[in-house]
Nanobody
């Protein structure tokens, strides 16, 4: 399974960040897997943002729930993240990852079964 994040490198404060994870080698609707968004701000640890499960169930981090939306396009085998009202504190490397259980407390990206290389997103005017 391969995952690849895509989205803008730079987002202005107050705007909405939109990222898409393209998945190949496996279906996002089968296998009882969870498809996650995780980020790592500079100098900080991983922060789990949310996930969409194989059956379409969606889970969010309580701290980000009010600003986060996760969706999927099963016809394209991809899932997406939208983070609204961004601030410079949202500057981070954003990863998508697949796991066989809902892991909201990963310390290392390697705790997931598969993950994308990550994309740097900077929030700045």
């Amino acid at each position: 399974v391969q995952l690849q994040e895509s989205g803008p490198d730079l987002v202005k404060p107050s705007q909405t960040l939109s990222l898409t994870c393209f998945v190949s080698g496996g279906s996002i609707t089968t296998g009882y897997y969870y498809w996650n968004w995780i980020r790592q701000p500079p100098g900080k640890g991983l922060e789990w943002m949310g996930a969409i499960a194989y059956d379409g169930s969606i889970y969010y981090s309580p701290s980000l729930k009010s600003r986060t939306s996760i969706s999927r396009d099963t016809s394209k085998n991809q899932f997406s993240l939208q983070l609204s009202s961004v601030t410079p504190d949202d500057t981070a490397v954003y990863h998508c990852a697949m796991g066989d259980y809902l892991n909201a407390h990963a310390v290392r990206i390697e705790e997931y079964d598969y993950w994308g290389q990550g994309t740097q997103v900077t929030v700045s005017s």
